[in-house]
């Protein structure tokens, strides 16, 4: 909390306060806040003085306060003083009462510290540090909260006292030079900017194991894994709370009959079945008993964290020989020889970084400096163990660093024995179990520009997918071709800029034109002229076609008129009427100048990569540099030419073919910032049909064995409820070709009739076509969620299908209840949904509105999450290009409704996962209230009512009524 601007002064930190604020409601008939209040003098990091307070500040508009200026609040403000105050993430009540009653206290916040010096820590609440770094909870009152607060204080104290003199002397210069109120916590004076990379840090990489082939595994005899699913099992012993599931043994012994034969199967298992034991215990035992291989895709981090972090290492407490390892993309891991690069001239032009700090949210030397600590604290190299809020505001600082398969030197790289990337490779090979995300799993098989020298992944026959019902959107971004507005103008710039391509080759050339015989010493400026030539020309073809014919294009396809300011947005299918539109025809001519300006720049820089391959007998040093200059030149040239075939795709009448036919479209959107410019956004893209055909040949045929699992594959309880998930999968596809395939559904263990309600507000209206702007669907709608949250006092998710439907609903119901002391958070805003997320399951009264990333994946068990509101059914949006050519191609090729066949299914298990969010454990209890009453209405409800779990019915209630059931539900009187 920043009220006053930090001025530098002498070392504040020998003398200090720590300031803990704890907020509490009550309604005794006026709104009331109740905050109590410690702080701690501080002086050489000793306790010298305490003051511990309670105050009840009233909430109504028209109290300024004045009843509590006297007593306790000024003895407040005495003892503060004119102190240094620390405190550490201070909440919204906090932050109100300091701005209302004490204006122009500045405090400084201990979590940027806390951020700095623990990049890869992930959480960095008040609680998580307390744990990780003293093994303590935080419990108690405010006065204990502050006293373990100092000991943190303390803790970090004895970290940087412990650091090697060398980086603490760079951190505290880094920070002094951006005037940061923290740099005297490093050194007392400050200290100049030293110019080293500090890669000299990181060890070499040692692989300790030889690699497994991946070969066919050997039979397991089913005893082998029952034995540790029993009451006395090893399981029992090592898995606090590890309950018999009877579900989770069925599903263990069905994976390890598929490896075992050799079969494909889909296994629906239920929230709570504990799926992830229920594949990697038999997957285990497998791959250990025949020394092969089981890859393990998710499509979410923290299921990989989970798997990771938490079941793999429980799993080799009963299995010591096991090895086990996590692989991602090459661009999540930072490159070393990049970081050296950018980090070396960074030292070193001091006016560059204060030019860039004008442009960016986070000044370029705090960048360096978060990087710096993530250096010398990551295991894995990871830039995704940085907080993502961290991320963010790193993110354009992190493309200098991260590995890029265009200018990685392979064997070539002076810091191959440092690698992360081919660490995590080499790790891979030598593991049992390899645990990828769906993206990576399809880049493997695409190659995606990876080096020639092996495959992303080791040889692999057996295959567990988690998570399965993501498979088929994953398959389509990996085989579909796409370019846009925004790619090309950052290509230019990373050919342009001056630590781009161009520049490197000429500082290149210039430099070793001693070593070039006559006839080669103009060769490669002669390319480079025309690379520099067509990229003159490409920035201009780039805005005509994206910024000029493609938004022709759309206005007339569209009818919207306009200079489309603003967030709106158009999305449209390339069909057969467009193509006779003169518009057309002049966005083909474009297309044709922009693809050929492309191909040009691809072709010289192949050309350049010609002479560079041919220079021999260097220094090392040029040798080094000219082997770097000749992989980025090639793997540039290559993706070049690949956004060359998606621009001809996307202009030609039928890409693909009759098995595996293409769709085509183009988004238009308006107000994308690119430097000083406001300019319109585009892109264009061409995106497979049948993906299921297409995952069968790619991924399916080479394998012995494939595992697909989730808590939503049916759409429906009946024996073809596995019909839709099977044929965009691949499954159907692979059983007419004689694989044989399985299918398993288990249900929750969970008692849904007696730990849950759903309750149907009937007589709502219908959610309109553009909701946000129904005003009497917007009354409707604040007053029963109003309602509700009051009467289940928070402890609420509420999930929308629309931001805007979400930030109108938020605005008008936040100011009112917030005073009842209901905290509303709200996604998209202030912080990151990690973050978000952890302050939902620590504040028990408050209440998150969320959007699409919220309706899965999200696991809160316990009090804080008691009430699911559903504000409508998720039917996804109709005029996206890619669903209506689906169920077109469902209706008019397969012969199907492709409303009923393809549009509701997709709506179905999107239900079926937001229901998933409420019941996390056999103590939670709750309701889901849905406020969407055409379930009750159209004749598709029975489809969304039959997608329900096992004791849970609809349960119809008018809208006034509702306060009373949640209320009638909680107190145990609703049975």
């Not at 009540?93 to 990049?119: C, H, N, V």
């Not at 894994?225 to 606090?240: P, Q």
């Not at 960074?346 to 004008?358: I, T």
């Not at 497979?688 to 399916?700: E, H």
Request: aromatic fraction near 10%; hydrophobic fraction near 40%; glycine fraction near 8%.
């Amino acid at each position: 909390m920043r009220l006053k601007a930090w001025e530098m002064s002498a070392n504040w930190i020998g003398k200090f306060i720590i300031m803990h604020i704890s907020a509490s409601r009550k309604d005794s008939g006026v709104w009331a806040q109740n905050l109590e209040i410690a702080a701690l003098k501080v002086k050489n990091f000793q306790e010298i003085d305490h003051l511990h307070v309670q105050l009840n500040l009233p909430l109504s508009d028209g109290d300024k306060g004045e009843d509590v200026k006297g007593g306790e609040l000024e003895g407040l403000k005495d003892f503060l003083g004119d102190g240094q105050v620390l405190s550490h993430q201070l909440g919204v009540e906090e932050e109100a009462f300091l701005s209302r009653f004490m204006p122009g206290l500045y405090i400084l916040d201990t979590y940027e510290l806390a951020l700095m010096l623990y990049p890869t820590m992930g959480s960095h609440s008040l609680s998580s540090l307390a744990k990780k770094l003293l093994g303590e909870e935080i419990r108690g009152d405010a006065l204990t909260k502050a006293r373990l607060h100092l000991k943190l204080i303390c803790a970090w104290r004895d970290m940087i006292a412990g650091m090697e003199s060398s980086l603490r002397s760079q951190t505290s210069a880094l920070l002094y030079t951006v005037n940061s109120p923290w740099a005297c916590f490093f050194s007392a004076r400050r200290t100049k900017i030293i110019s080293r990379s500090f890669t000299g840090a990181i060890p070499e990489v040692q692989i300790l194991h030889e690699e497994i082939e991946g070969k066919p595994g050997e039979w397991v005899e089913k005893e082998e894994v029952e034995s540790h699913l029993t009451e006395d099992g090893v399981l029992s012993r090592k898995m606090e709370g590890f309950e018999i599931r009877e579900e989770q043994r069925s599903m263990a012994l069905e994976v390890l009959n598929s490896l075992n034969r050799g079969k494909f199967l889909a296994v629906e298992a239920g929230t709570g079945v504990g799926k992830s034991i229920a594949y990697l215990l038999p997957s285990c035992i497998f791959a250990l008993k025949g020394n092969t291989r089981v890859v393990v895709s998710t499509y979410t981090k923290g299921l990989q964290d989970q798997l990771f972090e938490g079941d793999l290492p429980l799993l080799r407490q009963i299995f010591p020989l096991l090895r086990y390892s996590r692989l991602k993309g090459r661009s999540n891991y930072l490159c070393l020889r990049k970081w050296e690069d950018w980090s070396m001239g960074m030292w070193g032009d001091f006016g560059k970084a204060r030019e860039e700090s004008l442009v960016r949210e986070t000044h370029p030397y705090l960048a360096c400096l978060y990087l710096l600590m993530f250096l010398y604290q990551t295991k894995e190299g990871d830039l995704e163990e940085l907080p993502l809020e961290l991320r963010e505001s790193l993110h354009d600082y992190l493309e200098y660093v991260r590995s890029t398969p265009e200018e990685c030197l392979g064997f070539n790289c002076p810091f191959r024995k440092k690698c992360w990337v081919e660490w995590a490779r080499k790790r891979s090979a030598a593991s049992h179990i390899v645990i990828v995300n769906h993206a990576l799993l399809f880049s493997d098989i695409m190659g995606d520009l990876e080096s020639a020298e092996h495959s992303i992944l080791p040889r692999y026959l057996y295959l567990i997918v988690d998570e399965a019902h993501h498979l088929a959107g994953v398959a389509t971004e990996a085989f579909s071709s796409s370019f846009s507005l925004r790619e090309g103008l950052l290509l230019v710039d990373r050919l342009e800029s001056g630590r781009g391509l161009l520049r490197k080759l000429e500082r290149f050339f210039l430099e070793i034109s001693e070593f070039l015989s006559f006839a080669l010493k103009e060769q490669p400026f002669i390319h480079l002229r025309r690379v520099e030539e067509s990229l003159s020309e490409l920035r201009f073809q780039l805005k005509e076609f994206f910024g000029t014919s493609l938004m022709r294009l759309a206005r007339v396809s569209s009818g919207v008129e306009g200079d489309w300011r603003g967030d709106y947005e158009v999305k449209l299918r390339v069909i057969g009427e467009m193509r006779g539109l003169q518009e057309w025809g002049e966005l083909e001519a474009d297309g044709a100048k922009l693809a050929g300006s492309l191909e040009e720049i691809a072709r010289a820089l192949s050309q350049v990569e010609k002479i560079l391959i041919s220079l021999r007998d260097m220094p090392n040093r040029l040798e080094e540099e000219r082997s770097a200059l000749q992989v980025w030149c090639g793997r540039m040239a290559a993706r070049i030419s690949g956004y060359v075939e998606a621009i001809e795709d996307f202009l030609k009448e039928s890409p693909g073919n009759s098995i595996h036919p293409y769709l085509q479209w183009f988004e238009v959107s308006p107000s994308w910032r690119y430097g000083t410019d406001v300019i319109p956004g585009g892109a264009i893209y061409v995106a497979p049909v049948d993906v299921g055909s297409l995952i069968k040949d790619k991924l399916l045929l080479p394998l012995i064995t494939g595992v697909f699992t989730s808590a939503t594959l049916r759409t429906d309880p009946s024996p073809s409820g596995f019909h839709f998930f099977a044929e965009w999968s691949g499954l159907t596809q692979l059983a007419r070709e004689g694989g044989e395939i399985a299918y398993l559904s288990l249900g929750s263990p969970f008692d849904y009739s007696s730990q849950a309600r759903f309750l149907v507000t009937w007589d709502l209206p219908e959610p309109p076509p553009q909701a946000e702007k129904d005003r009497d669907y917007l009354e409707n709608l604040k007053k029963v969620i109003g309602e509700a949250l009051t009467a289940s006092e928070g402890k609420a998710l509420v999930l929308f299908t629309s931001y805007r439907l979400l930030d109108k609903v938020f605005d008008e119901l936040s100011s009112t209840i917030q005073r009842g002391g209901i905290n509303f958070l709200r996604q998209g805003r202030e912080m990151s949904n990690a973050r978000l997320l952890e302050r939902f399951r620590e504040d028990v009264r408050s209440v998150l509105f969320a959007t699409s990333s919220f309706w899965e994946g999200v696991d809160v068990p316990g009090e804080s999450l008691s009430l699911l509101v559903l504000t409508r059914l998720p039917f996804p949006y109709m005029g996206e290009p890619l669903l209506e050519g689906r169920m077109e191609y469902v209706r008019s090729i397969k012969g199907g409704d492709g409303w009923k066949d393809y549009y509701l299914p997709q709506a179905v298990m999107q239900f079926r996962q937001g229901l998933g969010r409420l019941i996390r454990s056999g103590s939670d209890r709750g309701v889901i209230l849905l406020l969407d009453p055409r379930v009750t209405r159209r004749g598709y409800g029975g489809d969304f009512l039959r997608a329900l779990p096992p004791g849970l019915s609809m349960e119809k209630v008018k809208a006034h009524e509702v306060a009373v059931y949640i209320k009638e539900f909680f107190q145990g009187s609703l049975r």
